[in-house]
């Protein structure tokens, strides 16, 4: 899979968690790239992705940016 597609679909589970009202919890950084907890707002759910491209984990962080 090319770094692309692989970004493209990382983009896109992260788009979809946040559309769900999820918000970024936490973040560990691995040499995979990157852990980010996902919880949602009443507090009963989360989610959890490893994100390994670099420009997806570059997006993420402007999310987590705009949210605090």
């Known amino acids: 899979m090319s770094d692309y597609q692989q ?3 990382e983009r896109d ?3 979809f968690l946040i559309q769900k009202g999820y918000m970024i919890q ?3 950084e691995h040499l995979n790239g990157a ?4 919880v ?10 490893l994100v ?3 420009n997806a984990r570059k997006y993420f ?3 987590l940016i705009k949210q605090k």
């Not at 852990?35 to 996902?38: P, R, S, Y």
């Open 52 to 54: 390994g491209n670099a």
């Open 13 to 15: 589970k992260i788009d």
């Open 26 to 28: 936490s973040v560990t």
């Open 40 to 49: 949602h707002p009443d507090g009963h759910e989360s989610e959890t992705l």
């Open 61 to 63: 962080s402007s999310i």
């Open 35 to 38: 852990t980010v907890e996902f």
């Open 7 to 9: 970004f493209l679909e």
